[in-house]
């Protein structure tokens, strides 16, 4: 069982495999600078999803 702050998270749809192709998504920098997937289009990128 997943949690967070001790409460149970569900997640839903399916888990990436290694080489899938992930959907954009946005992230806020230290800082606050809003960074997406397609700003790194061209280079190789690592996820770590934890």
Do not use: R
């Not at 839903?12 to 290694?18: A, D, I």
Request: proline share 4%; hydrophobic share 40%.
């Amino acid at each position: 069982m997943t949690t967070f702050l001790g409460n149970p998270v569900t997640f839903t749809g399916s888990q990436l495999q290694v080489g899938d192709t992930a959907h954009d998504f946005s992230l806020t920098t230290p800082n606050l600078e809003k960074k997406s997937l397609a700003d790194f289009a061209g280079k190789k990128k690592v996820l770590s999803v934890i």
